[in-house]
Nanobody, 119 residues
């Protein structure tokens, strides 16, 4: 059974940093691409960052690239999202995803973790 469990969320003030983690189990982790998405209340889910299986290709959504960094440690089956200089508009539920399918969707999703940034 594949499980993706996020952690590291919480309530912070604007300007703070957080690092989200997503631990994968039940699947070989080092071969599949992974990503982070987020969904704010009343809005559609949006892409945040992508990383390939080896970790050699990684990028964040253009508007976030200076503040958000995705990484992974395959030996630990763990995906990370470092978020710096957080803003109230970063408030959302953040989801990790694994194994991008040919149609662009993702096979596995975490349950989501809340990040709230107060002004």
């Amino acid at each position: 059974q594949v499980q993706l469990v996020e952690s590291g969320g919480g309530v912070v003030q604007a300007g703070a940093s957080l690092r989200l983690s997503c631990i994968f189990s039940g699947i070989p982790f080092g071969t599949d691409a992974a990503a982070w998405f987020r969904q704010a209340l009343g809005k559609e889910r949006e892409f945040v960052a992508f990383i390939n299986g080896a970790g050699s290709t990684a990028y964040s959504e253009h508007s976030l690239k200076d503040r958000f960094t995705i990484s992974r440690v395959n030996a630990w089956n763990t995906l990370y999202l470092q978020m710096n200089s957080l803003k109230p508009e970063d408030t959302a539920t953040y989801y990790c995803a694994l194994d991008k399918l040919p149609d662009g969707t993702w096979r596995y999703w975490g349950q989501g973790i809340q990040v709230t940034v107060s002004s």
